[in-house]
């Protein structure tokens, strides 16, 4: 047989190898995918008022979720000033029974057992230091400068309506709504109520479809639900009116976009913040 059919003849046999080669390659990375998109594993088994992380959470968002001040949250499960959670953690979503408030008051008692009464001496025998002409005047501390003035103060921004021409279709407690439900058209630009901090942009909170949470101060955040598209990520700033997102569908397949404003982790009407009137379609 000559060299060249030698050739010809392994050149099936070849084929096969690579494709079996190339069909373990892609079998593992699929598998991989499978094992990653998984169900979490808990560190535990979770009590009755705790949470497990899933992958794609935020503490923000649990927060959200569950109607808490983020900072509560992170105080009541040791999460660190990075906010980092890990699929699978255990969280608290209620504060800790007890040791907080008692582990103040031994401390006072501590202070109070410490004060010893004693009589008070005579001011010819107290043993202070007589004036006289070359005695220096007493130096007067000055007082403490006043303490700085924070640079981003609570509410000290303005609040504008999330769309333009917009209709209300669904207000603030009706049907149990923790926001308003704005009518529009789909891809209309969603803007951002007040300046802040984007703290979420993602899909993981159900009933919220795409999602974006901005976090304008200590106090307050904006939601805006059931977008088309999001604009923007977890961490940039933003700038009262700039464009965040794109109107989508809601629940009922129509265009809508469902607002809220969180004060402290609760839910308040947002007429409470927004200006008076929308301005007519």
């Known amino acids: 047989m000559s060299h060249f059919a030698k050739i010809r003849c ?32 808990p560190e535990r088994m979770p009590g009755p008022q705790e949470y497990v992380v899933q992958r794609g959470d935020t503490v923000f968002g649990i927060a959200f979720r569950n109607s808490l001040d983020y900072r509560d949250l992170a105080r009541w499960n040791d999460i660190g000033a990075d906010y980092l959670i890990r699929p699978g953690q255990i969280l608290r979503l209620r504060p800790p029974r007890g040791p907080a408030v008692a582990a103040v008051r031994p401390q006072q008692r501590f202070q109070t057992d410490q004060m010893q009464s004693r009589p008070i001496e005579d001011a010819s025998t107290a043993g202070a230091q007589a004036v006289t002409a070359d005695t220096p005047p007493p130096v007067v501390a000055p007082p403490p400068p006043p303490p700085p003035k924070p640079v981003d103060q609570v509410g000290a921004y303005s609040w504008g309506w ?3 021409g917009a209709a209300v ?11 308003v439900d704005f009518s529009g058209f789909v891809g209309q630009p969603v803007l951002a109520a007040a300046p802040g901090r984007v703290v979420y942009s993602g899909n993981a909170l159900k009933g ?3 999602l974006v949470i901005i976090k304008h101060d200590d106090v307050y955040l904006s939601a805006y639900g059931y977008n088309r598209t999001r604009y923007v990520k977890e961490g940039d700033i933003v ?3 700039q464009p965040i997102a794109e109107m989508g569908l809601g629940p009922e397949n129509k265009p809508l976009l469902h607002f809220e404003i969180r004060e402290k982790g609760q839910p308040i009407s947002p007429a409470q913040k927004l200006p008076a009137k929308v301005r007519a379609p």
Not at 169 to 179: A, E, L, P, W
């Open 162 to 164: 999330p769309v333009d």
């Open 208 to 210: 919220y479809g795409e």
């Open 239 to 241: 700038t009262a009116g």
């Open 169 to 179: 279709v669904r207000g603030f407690g009706q049907q149990g709504s923790k926001g």
């Open 10 to 41: 392994a050149g099936p046999l070849l084929a096969v190898l690579l494709l079996q080669g190339c069909a373990g390659w892609s079998s593992w990375e699929d598998g991989k995918k499978k094992r990653d998109v998984g169900p979490v594993v």
